[in-house]
């Protein structure tokens, strides 16, 4: 008889904020977990990334894919809060309030947006082309949505912020950045790209946005926490693609790990409670970049047809390989994690055999931590193979229906992580997912 305990997912005490991160390079499943244990929360609140993200919702059957808008919008209750580590681009978050009016959703008292939220302009999306462009073969997989130059201009202060468009020298300021932006794209070959057409778009998708409530984010939030609200913090992208602690320089342009919480959305660190952190049961990876247990067979493929991995923002295929357990241990040091919801363990139900990478070997050297720099090194996982369970696991709503094989894969990666597995995502449905 195999036992298997799972940590509870209820609320930690009323002045603290849970999160919600990826564990791997993005793509975990973070939307529907997050959208899953919105119903416990007041509040939940993006605190970094852009519209490179793409956060996936099946609700009723239909699908939604959010890139700014936090996960929490889809239920009435919820206030949701777009965090200072956040970059905008208002054409783009025009085109997600737009989707959300067609299906009839009121989110203007639940939709507030930090003054200090960083501005994608459309010449930041000239500018990230342009340079993708010139790198050739050395391209690091961008996607092109002007993140990279945006957060480059917040670092070097020439950044333009939400709370910028309601003072009366905004377009003067605009026009002296825009002019920056012009002037170092003299430097990259040309492309193709219509300014002139979406800075019309860009200025109109301003006045849109207008009509939304501004607020000093960190003042609310840690009013709220006063008040005894309860506050989930939704992460983008993966911890593996974190600008300090991910595969670089193929990662993104924000802290993605717990500590960005606290950049993010202005929380003080003895705020934050449970880190959930959100991995699949295998791994996959969008774009450039070393990927240890990527894999170019059958196997490989079968994972990315089962399990519709394309990008939900660009498209792109995803790279699939197996549950690397070196990259896990890792992400989640560095996360402080309590607790690990692991997703699409119903992509490997027709897998005879399933594979783990236990250890790195590293330059020839057997090694349990990530090297500083997986470019620079020659890195060859060393695999651990667990029996598949060869059976649907659509209709199981809880631990006990489970099959004996897929609890022993689990308990393995509880027993790796030395952290417990709460939740268990079955499915993309909202409903298939086991929690105790």
């Not at 904020?17 to 119903?39: H, P, R, S």
């Not at 777009?82 to 009121?106: Q, S």
């Not at 295998?282 to 247990?293: I, N």
Request: aromatic share 8%; hydrophobic share 40%; charged share 20%.
């Amino acid at each position: 008889m195999i036992t298997f305990a799972f940590l509870g997912t209820k609320p930690t005490n009323n002045d603290m904020v849970d999160v919600i991160l990826g564990l791997q390079w993005g793509d975990e499943g973070k939307g529907k977990i997050v959208d899953t244990l919105a119903k416990d929360y007041d509040i939940v609140a993006r605190f970094q990334g852009g519209p490179n993200a793409g956060h996936t919702l099946v609700i009723e059957g239909t699908k939604y894919v959010l890139h700014t808008i936090p996960s929490g919008i889809f239920r009435q209750e919820i206030i949701n809060i777009v965090g200072n580590g956040v970059v905008i681009d208002p054409i783009v978050f025009v085109e997600e309030l737009d989707k959300l009016d067609r299906i009839g959703l009121d989110y203007h008292s639940r939709l507030l947006l930090s003054n200090k939220v960083h501005l994608i302009l459309p010449t930041h999306r000239m500018l990230d082309a342009a340079k993708e462009a010139a790198k050739g073969s050395e391209k690091i997989g961008s996607t092109l949505r002007g993140i990279g130059p945006s957060y480059m201009d917040k670092t070097g202060r020439n950044g333009l912020r939400l709370g910028d468009i309601l003072q009366a020298n905004f377009e003067q300021r605009y026009k002296s950045l825009k002019r920056k932006h012009l002037d170092l794209l003299e430097l990259y070959p040309q492309i193709q790209f219509d300014l002139a057409d979406e800075e019309q778009k860009w200025f109109a998708a301003l006045e849109r946005i207008k009509k939304l409530s501004f607020i000093d984010a960190e003042y609310f939030l840690n009013a709220q926490l006063r008040k005894g609200k309860r506050i989930l913090a939704e992460g983008a992208q993966g911890s593996m693609l974190d600008i300090d602690f991910g595969t670089y320089p193929y990662v993104t342009s924000s802290n993605t790990i717990t500590a960005g919480v606290c950049n993010g959305l202005g929380i003080a660190p003895k705020h934050i409670g449970e880190v959930i952190g959100v991995a699949k049961a295998y791994t996959t990876r969008v774009g450039s970049g070393p990927f240890p247990t990527e894999l170019f067979d059958e196997a490989g493929a079968e994972m990315a047809r089962v399990g519709h991995e394309f990008g939900a923002t660009t498209g792109r295929p995803r790279r699939c390989g197996w549950i690397d357990m070196v990259q896990l241990r890792y992400t989640t040091m560095l996360n402080g994690v309590t607790q690990i919801a692991l997703t699409k363990i119903d992509v490997l139900n027709g897998f005879g055999q399933i594979k783990s990478s236990e250890h790195y070997l590293v330059n020839g050297q057997l090694s349990d931590q990530m090297p500083y720099d997986l470019c620079q090194y020659e890195v060859a996982p060393k695999y651990l193979d667990h029996p598949g369970w060869n059976q649907s696991l659509e209709k199981i709503t809880s631990t006990d229906g489970l099959p004996d094989k897929a609890l022993q894969y689990i308990n393995y990666i509880q027993e790796q992580l030395q952290v417990r597995i709460s939740m268990i995502s079955t499915g993309p449905a909202r409903e298939s997912i086991i929690i105790a």
